[in-house]
């Protein structure tokens, strides 16, 4: 069966302290790992897709790498409005989507 | 334009009431979604719609009743209520290329 864990559930981190989530997953034929944004209240906001084992994509202080079983969203030197929850999603084919349960990040100025 | 929108944003009723919720989007994706989302829970897939057709629905108690009018257009009419499918409501497309979803604001739905 499909599924994907994210790691940890929530983080505090010092403005300017760099840090890693990670999203693990088990999928049969992997068509994407995404990557995004939710802030409270609000629908998720697209970040990256990878497709493959060894990919990464980058943007601003956020860069999302992809493993054969895990996936790392990498932030560098946060700041406070990089506050947010991150969900991890996979997407196998058949129009649906696995979700995380997500990493509540809070960053402090 | 990558963008969905919902209406309305904000919606409280009763539970002998009908209300339904929109959701359109121009960026001619031909799959689209309904999610439920409760506080600090990751979205639950409810329906998908695929070329205007249902090719899912996730066990939906019949309160809720999808319709599909056409490639831009969702709408997730509710009837009979309960308190706890008080939610976000979201709304997404997903790109036929990249399978990417782009998510709408979400309607929050609040069941007296």
């Known amino acids: 069966e499909d599924q994907v864990t994210q790691s940890p559930e929530a983080l505090r981190l010092q403005e300017g302290e760099s840090s890693s989530l990670n999203c693990s997953y088990t999928?049969?034929?992997?068509?994407?790992l995404f990557w995004y944004r939710q802030d409270p209240g609000k629908g998720p906001e697209f970040l990256f897709t990878?497709?493959?084992a060894g990919e990464e994509k980058e943007k601003e202080r956020l860069k999302a790498t992809l493993t054969k079983k895990e996936s790392f969203l990498h932030i560098t030197a946060p700041k406070p409005e990089d506050s947010a929850t991150y969900l991890c999603?996979?997407?196998?084919?058949?129009?649906?989507?696995?979700f995380g349960t997500g990493t509540r990040l809070k960053v402090l100025a | 334009d990558t963008e969905v929108t919902q209406t309305p944003k904000h919606l409280v009723m009763g539970m002998t009431n009908k209300k339904s919720l929109k959701c359109e989007q121009h960026?001619?994706?031909?799959?689209m979604y309904w999610y439920k989302q409760k506080a600090k829970k990751p979205p639950e897939l409810m329906f998908v719609?695929?070329?205007?057709?249902?090719?899912i629905n996730e066990s939906v108690p019949s309160r809720f009743s999808p319709e599909c009018p056409n490639s831009s257009l969702l709408n997730l009419h509710l009837h009979a209520l309960q308190p706890e499918d008080s939610a976000l409501y979201l709304c997404?497309?997903?790109?036929?290329?990249?399978?990417?979803?782009?998510f709408g604001p979400g309607t929050r739905l609040t069941v007296l």
């Open positions: 999603a996979v997407f196998s084919g058949t129009y649906k989507y696995i």
């Open positions: 999928v049969s034929g992997l068509r994407g």
């Open positions: 990878l497709y493959s």
């Open positions: 960026m001619g994706h031909r799959a």
């Open positions: 719609y695929s070329y205007e057709k249902l090719s």
């Open positions: 997404a497309s997903m790109a036929s290329v990249g399978n990417e979803q782009f």
